[in-house]
């Protein structure tokens, strides 16, 4: 039985075939650097409009704003278009909506707000496509609007815009569909750069704005194929010694020196969430100022600000899992969907609960705050339950919903509430009862310790970046012995040990399975479920394990 309760599944078992071969094929990769440049940003259908709208917003110095969405994807892009525009001398500013006080997208609020400034074009970020009825407004008020977004077309098309800047609209033209929001901005920044700025200067210039665009694209689980891999490729590059103050002094408080190397883990569990905090439980203006911001007293407290935003997001997200898991887990017989809700859950953290809760008990989860006659939810759930479609099923009980097939949100009534859970409970059992739940961990490969060596480390390595779509090779080995068990870490929640087998050893880390430590003390042999890294310790190199999980081979 898997220490952590779940399912192993080796996706390939081929004795032909190299560990090399086993990976590309599994990934269904035929040649990882297929793509070498990247496409001309004038592929994109409204692309010219779109540029030659700008170009005469520049010239007669008209008010341009930028209005982006508040995760990392939507904040990173408008960081994007403000730097090309200022660079461009254009009368530009940006705007980002509060997600509690004014939720996603474009509103009438906004739509009021820059008919009153007078602002001539407004130019959206990873938002836009759904807000149809807002971009009318403007059009009215002489207002044209520029969208730029990746989200899925809904069926009231925003007609009035002046343009449209969407990997997925119909009848595209762009060869590559799964852009995320940074993306999209960075397409058009490309344009812009292309148009306005010398030969001589425009690949420095676009080169600058990968670690922006790379941000987005990994926070926001953009597929990591074609022109996303060349973005982050590239971006991490960038971001190594970016020229961005901000961004310089986020690197800072993550413990990221100057020059080191930069991985997607890194951006995913270290950069991005700080970023995210701020949009999360205070003020996404915090994060975007701070990554336009080059004034070094501004930046301190911007940075100090968000690191402790960061601080306070962790401890209310680890509080509010306690207090769900005591909610749903009240039975001896776990229900099919996890449902729970409190009235002192921030609205900004509900999507983090639902997805640890979706992600540990490998079913759906709907988290909510309690707002008295109405509760905020968000939800998430494993690949093999829709959620959308779940809500869909039941859009009677709610006064809005929407989202994608892992992840959605919700408004509801409370007089509605214990109908809708009682229906949508047995529509969970009726698709789920059946399946296995537990989650999977999909595994590469089988090795024996005469395959581990540099060259098979070398080669994993290159096929860097890792994430969706391409994650980060996991392998597994039989009759493991495991010495010098030990908990390591300031609070012991980590575990090492070095796994030995007949003729090798090598170390092994084991993040947060700090409580296994004894468990594994006691049994001579496992198999064990791992990760390979490279290890540095005092100008020495060597390959160390990183486990992901273990079971006891009796």
């Not at 762009?174 to 901005?185: C, D, I, N, R």
């Not at 100022?289 to 601080?311: A, F, G, K, V």
């Not at 997200?317 to 306690?322: I, R």
Request: hydrophobic fraction near 40%.
């Amino acid at each position: 039985m898997s220490i952590l309760g779940k399912k192993w599944l080796i996706k390939n078992n081929d004795k032909q075939k190299s560990i090399l071969e086993k990976i590309l094929e599994n990934r269904d990769f035929r040649n990882l650097n297929e793509l070498r440049d990247f496409y001309d940003p004038f592929l994109f259908n409204d692309m010219e409009r779109a540029v030659s709208r700008i170009d005469r917003a520049i010239k007669s110095r008209e008010h341009i704003t930028i209005f982006g969405d508040y995760d990392v994807d939507g904040i990173s892009g408008t960081a994007i278009l403000v730097h090309i525009l200022r660079k461009l001398n254009a009368n530009v500013d940006y705007m980002l909506p509060n997600r509690v006080t004014d939720g996603y997208g474009l509103s009438e609020k906004f739509i009021n707000e820059f008919i009153e400034k007078k602002v001539g074009l407004i130019i959206t970020v990873d938002c836009g496509i759904s807000c149809s009825k807002e971009i009318a407004k403007a059009k009215e008020n002489n207002i044209d609007t520029i969208i730029t977004d990746h989200h899925t077309i809904p069926e009231t098309f925003p007609d009035k815009a002046f343009a449209i800047l969407h990997p997925k609209i119909p009848n595209s033209t762009y060869p590559f569909s799964e852009l995320t929001g940074a993306g999209v901005a960075l397409k058009l920044a490309h344009a812009l750069i292309k148009k306005y700025l010398p030969e001589p200067e425009q690949n420095d210039y676009l080169n600058s704005l990968l670690d922006l665009a790379a941000l987005g694209t990994i926070a926001d689980l953009g597929p990591l194929r074609d022109e996303n891999r060349l973005i982050v490729s590239k971006g991490l590059d960038s971001l190594a010694n970016t020229k961005w103050s901000g961004l310089k002094r986020i690197k800072e408080l993550a413990n990221i020196k100057e020059g080191d190397i930069i991985d997607t883990v890194k951006i995913g569990f270290q950069i991005a969430p700080r970023i995210n905090a701020a949009g999360r439980i205070g003020n996404a203006l915090t994060a975007l100022s701070l990554l336009l911001n080059e004034n070094d007293e501004e930046i301190t407290l911007l940075s100090n600000e968000l690191e402790t935003l960061n601080h306070q997001r962790q401890d209310m997200t680890e509080q509010a899992l306690k207090e769900a898991e005591k909610c749903v887990l009240v039975d001896t017989d776990m229900p099919y969907i996890l449902i729970a809700h409190s009235p002192d859950w921030h609205v900004g953290i509900l999507g983090l609960i639902a997805g640890k809760l979706a992600e540990k008990y490998a079913r759906p989860a709907i988290a909510m705050r309690d707002c008295g006659d109405v509760l905020v939810a968000s939800a998430r759930s494993p690949e093999y339950f829709n959620i959308v479609e779940a809500l869909t099923k039941h859009k009677k009980y709610l006064v809005n919903f929407g989202g994608h097939a892992q992840a959605a949100g919700f408004n509801i009534n409370k007089n509605q509430l214990a109908e809708f859970t009682n229906e949508i409970s047995l529509y969970a059992k009726e698709r789920l009862e059946k399946l296995d739940l537990k989650t999977v961990i999909e595994i590469d490969c089988e090795l024996n310790e005469n395959e581990i060596d540099f060259e098979l480390l070398d080669q994993i390595e290159k096929l860097q970046p890792f994430g969706v779509d391409n994650k980060k090779p996991i392998f597994v080995m039989q009759n493991v012995e495991p010495h010098f068990v030990d908990k390591v870490g300031h609070d012991g929640s980590h575990l090492k040990f070095t796994a030995r087998f007949n003729t090798r050893s090598f170390p092994v880390i084991a993040f947060r399975m700090g409580q296994f430590t004894e468990r594994l003390r006691k049994h001579p042999k496992i198999d064990l479920v791992f990760q390979l890294d490279r290890h540095n310790w005092n100008n020495k190199e060597s390959i160390q394990f990183q486990a992901l999980d273990f079971r006891i081979n009796e």
